[in-house]
C-alpha cells in the first residue's frame, strides 16, 4: 500500500468502522431473529389450534351428556329412555369419552373414566333393573358433567 491509501485509511474514524462491524452483524443476525420469531409464532399458533379444537370436542362431550340426561329425565315413559339408554346412549358416551379422553390430563381422565364406567354400568343391566334406577342413573350423569364444569 502507499501512503495514500494508508491515508485515506487514517481518516476514517474509528467508530465508524466499528459501525460497519456492527451493521455487518445486524445483517446476520435479523434474519435469523426474524425466521426465529415466525417459527415461534407459528408454533404457538398451532398450540392454539389445538387447544381450541380440544376444547371444542370437550363441548361437544358435554352437550351430548347434556342431551342424554335430559331424555331421560324429561321421558315420562321408561320403556322409551331405558331402550334409548341402552342402545343409543350409552354406545354414544363411550365413543364421545374415548374422543376426549388424549385431551385430558392422566389425573382427570382416570376420574373422568370411571364416572363414564359408572353410567355404563347401567347398560349391562337389564331393563328390568334400569327402571327403578333412574334416579342413581341421573345423579351418576350429572357427576359427569360437574367434574367437567
Given at each position: ?106 389425573g382427570e381422565r382416570i376420574k373422568l373414566r370411571q364416572r363414564v ?33
Amino acid at each position: 500500500m502507499t501512503n495514500t491509501a494508508n491515508s485515506q485509511w487514517s481518516e476514517i474514524p474509528p467508530y465508524a468502522l466499528w459501525l460497519f462491524g456492527l451493521a455487518a452483524m445486524g445483517w446476520v443476525i435479523g434474519p435469523l431473529l426474524g425466521y426465529y420469531l415466525a417459527q415461534r409464532s407459528q408454533r404457538v399458533a398451532r398450540e392454539f389450534a389445538a387447544k381450541d379444537a380440544a376444547q371444542n370436542r370437550i363441548r361437544d362431550f358435554l352437550g351430548l351428556v347434556a342431551e342424554i340426561k335430559a331424555q331421560i329425565a324429561t321421558s315420562g315413559d321408561p320403556e322409551f329412555w331405558v331402550v334409548f339408554f341402552v342402545d343409543t346412549a350409552a354406545p354414544e358416551l363411550k365413543a364421545g369419552f374415548d374422543k376426549i379422553a388424549r385431551d385430558l390430563s392422566g389425573g382427570e381422565r382416570i376420574k373422568l373414566r370411571q364416572r363414564v364406567d359408572a353410567v355404563l354400568a347401567f347398560s349391562a343391566m337389564r331393563a328390568a333393573d334400569i327402571y327403578p334406577q333412574q334416579k342413581e342413573l341421573l345423579a351418576a350423569i350429572e357427576s359427569i358433567e360437574a367434574h367437567l364444569n
